[in-house]
């Protein structure tokens, strides 16, 4: 009845900054599942330049991983950098056997390649288009008020019955009249969403319903019922009105990083369907 750009996936760069809680331990060289076993050679030195048959491994990679957690608010100590280095060169041994069984070249593995490829880079060009179009607190603030606006002064607690006829709902509005409870005749509403909770819909602003349905709302007094059934395109309802208040709306301050993050996603949105009316796409 009532009537959101997903984080891309960092598939590549985020399985080797998993949380490492046994990485936490006063042991100078932490075990860690999947990572050198006991009586293996011993771990290498987060400090140090290491390398894997020749194939060094990067100290910029270690630090990008180190920056990637501290962002998302985790730790960066010795222990920590030892444990992630540790499962670093894990990975690269085991990319190197699956290259040298050929594994690099199947489709399947190209093709996941490709994917991740795509992703990361549709993330470096969001995370550019922020940066060079950044998001003003006035836009914030605008974009507040025209969502309370949208909302309205008031919010309505109803109950609705909705059925398939008009000859069905006015034999529901007769039954009640004869003093047969709203709730028990619920259980006959085809709204799945309400009719098990006595046709309960909740507190939400007029504007979140369709419009026959949110005017014949806002026209009822409380503790009334429709007096003729409200059609809509879902059909028709026998309506209550249960309680009116004044709208609950959070402050700006409260609400501004979602605003942030949706007008940021809208803002790339429209980028892309420049970039996609440019493109030949055939």
Known sequence: MKSTISHLAFALILAAAAPLASAQTSKPAPSIPGVTPPGAQAPAAASKPVTV???????ARLEFIIKQRAAQGQPDNEQIRQAILERMIDQEVAAQEAERKGMAKTADVQIEVDLARQEILTRALFTDYLKSHPIKDDALKAQYES???????KEYKARHILVDTEAAAKEITDKLKKGEKFEDLAKQSKDPGSKDRGGDLDWAAPGNYVKPFADALVKLEKGKVTDAPVQSQFGWHVIRLDDVRTTQFPPFEQVK???????????????????RAKAKIE
């Open 53 to 59: 048959n020749g194939k060094p491994i990067s100290k």
């Open 147 to 153: 969502v309370k606006a949208q909302r309205g002064e």
């Open 257 to 275: 990083p979602q605003l942030m993050k949706a007008m940021q996603q809208q803002e790339f949105q429209k980028m892309m369907g420049d970039l």
